[in-house]
Nanobody, 123 residues
Framework: QLVESGGGSVQTGGSLTLSCALS???????MGWFRQAPGKEREGVAA???????KYADSVKGRFTISKDNIKNILYLQMNSLKPEDTAMYYC????????????????????WGQGTQVTVSS
């Protein structure tokens, strides 16, 4: 089970930190953050693999940071310098099957999803 929290409304340039709590050991899973804006496809934002490999979408590089707490089994997404185009529903995802790094930001390679948390950035 994945439970996201931390969404909200901020102004351009603001920051938010999303959290995703797992009911299992996070060490066993490749984890990702995805987002979906109205009328758009779900897109990968950031992912962290079991071995610690991290991948970001070009649109968030340098602004977002993905991390995890292996003791608390929580995944984080620190979001800085937020832009109106970051407005979306953000989802946490997990999968225990090893995949190539090119698949880390592809939604179909994740079988477990949270319910989402809304992020709204106003100009």
């Amino acid at each position: 089970q994945l439970v996201e929290s931390g969404g909200g409304s901020v102004q351009t340039g603001g920051s938010l930190t999303l959290s995703c709590a797992l009911s299992e050991f996070i060490d066993n899973y490749r984890m990702g953050w995805f987002r979906q804006a109205p009328g758009k496809e779900r897109e990968g934002v950031a992912a962290i693999d079991i071995d610690g490999y991290i991948k970001y979408a070009d649109s968030v590089k340098g602004r977002f940071t993905i991390s995890k707490d292996n003791i608390k089994n929580i995944l984080y997404l620190q979001m800085n310098s937020l832009k109106p185009e970051d407005t979306a529903m953000y989802y946490c995802a997990a999968d225990g099957i090893r995949q190539s790094q090119v698949s880390h930001l592809v939604a179909k390679f994740y079988r477990n999803w949270g319910q989402g948390t809304q992020v709204t950035v106003s100009s």
